[in-house]
């Protein structure tokens, strides 16, 4: 049974690109979420995508978007890229769509913009 | 929001016990969580307490206290591969919040 995975897991860019992250949930699991992790610190919520639409945002600016397939997968996307945005991006998966279960961690992307 | 806090750091000796406290303000409560993180990794989820009270697992086990917004987290026959980042991290009662709201982590050194 595999677990939540992600790609890439390292990617360098530079300020001003766009970069797509990918996340497939752990079997049996519908709701994704997305994390930003700057070092030190805990994880901040993104937003959360079910049934293909986006729930939940956190206060992240509208360079963030995403999206998520009819497979459960899902996709975030940042544009023009500060340096600030240098961070492990996580994805966490979970079941049954209400929200109130507990969340599964991918290994992370892990994002240097230059 | 929630505003959690818990301490930075703690070392400990190998086969002693840690206690890593958090405390939390939310408008509503629906959950807390840990998570252990060892450095470069993801999250593992580790506990889940939403009624008040003691929930054991092996060697870890955490406490949630919802009126004092109190919850610890405590490691017993400490080992190396304990070393690793804590995280506390609640969840709210109100409709349509479905986040994870997360301290910055307590960072753990087990010493040999």
């Known amino acids: 049974d595999a677990g939540v995975t992600q790609s890439p897991t390292h990617l360098i860019k530079t300020r001003g690109q766009q970069v797509t992250l990918r996340c497939s949930p752990k079997s049996g699991h519908d709701t994704v979420s997305w994390y930003q992790q700057a070092l030190g610190q805990g994880p901040q919520f993104i937003f959360q995508y079910y049934e293909e639409e986006e729930r939940q945002r956190g206060n992240f600016p509208d360079r963030f978007s995403g999206h998520q397939f009819p497979n459960y997968s899902s996709e975030l996307n940042v544009n023009a890229l500060l340096l600030g945005d240098s961070a492990l991006y996580l994805c966490?998966?979970?079941?049954?769509?209400?929200?109130?279960?507990?969340?599964?961690f991918g290994p992370g992307t892990r994002l240097l913009v230059l | 929001g929630q505003n959690i806090d818990q301490p930075t750091e703690m070392t400990a000796t190998e086969g002693a016990i840690v206690q890593i406290n958090c405390t939390y303000q939310?408008?509503?409560?629906?959950?807390l969580f840990w998570y252990q993180q060892h450095a470069g990794e993801a999250p593992t989820f580790l506990s889940y307490?939403?009624?008040?009270g003691l929930e054991e697992k092996g060697r870890f086990s955490s406490f949630l206290s919802r009126s004092k917004g109190y919850s610890y987290l405590l490691l017993k026959e400490l080992q190396m591969k304990d070393s690793a980042s804590y995280l506390c991290?609640?969840?709210?009662?109100?409709?349509?919040?479905?986040?994870?709201?997360f301290g910055a982590g307590t960072t753990v050194t087990v010493r040999a």
């Open positions: 966490a998966s979970s079941p049954a769509g209400r929200g109130s279960e507990t969340q599964y």
């Open positions: 307490n939403v009624l008040d």
């Open positions: 939310t408008s509503g409560f629906n959950g």
């Open positions: 991290a609640v969840r709210d009662l109100r409709s349509n919040d479905y986040k994870l709201s």
